[in-house]
C-alpha cells in the first residue's frame, strides 16, 4: 500500500536550516508529482512547495520563496525540503502529499512531522 514517512523536524533556532525527507513506498514514485504542504496551530493546512515528476518544474508559496528548496531522488523514492534562514512564522507540521494524476484517484499524505523555529 502507499506509504509516505516525513522525517527530519525538530527544534531550530530563528536563522537555522532543517532538511525534510519523505520516504515513498507502494507505488512508482517517479509517475507522481509531489507537494509539502503544513499546518500552524489553528490555521488551515497550506501549500509549501510542489515539485513534478522528474523535477524540470517547482513552485512555492511567496512565503517561503527564496528561503526553501524542493527537490527529489526518484531513484530513492525520497522527497526533500530544504529550509534556510526559518523564521518564528515557519513552525508548524510539516506533511508531504502523493498529487493526484486523473480525477477519481487518490491523494495520499505521509504522518506529518513537526518544525519548531524558536530561540
Known amino acids: 500500500q502507499v506509504q509516505l514517512v516525513e522525517s527530519g523536524g525538530g527544534l531550530v533556532q530563528p536563522g537555522g536550516s532543517l532538511r525534510l525527507s519523505c520516504a515513498a513506498s507502494g507505488f512508482t514514485f517517479s509517475s507522481y508529482g509531489m507537494n509539502w504542504h503544513r499546518q500552524a496551530p489553528g490555521k488551515e493546512r497550506e501549500l509549501v512547495a510542489s515539485?513534478?515528476?522528474?523535477?524540470?518544474?517547482?513552485n512555492y508559496a511567496d512565503s517561503v520563496k527564496g528561503r526553501f528548496t524542493i527537490s527529489r531522488d526518484n531513484a530513492r523514492h525520497t522527497l526533500y525540503l530544504q529550509m534556510n534562514s526559518l523564521k518564528p512564522e515557519d513552525t508548524a507540521v510539516y506533511y508531504c502529499?502523493?498529487?493526484?494524476?486523473?480525477?477519481?484517484?487518490?491523494?495520499?499524505w505521509g504522518q506529518g512531522t513537526q518544525v519548531t523555529v524558536s530561540s
Open positions: 502529499k502523493r498529487t493526484k494524476r486523473y480525477s477519481g484517484e487518490n491523494e495520499y
Open positions: 515539485i513534478s515528476t522528474i523535477a524540470s518544474s517547482t
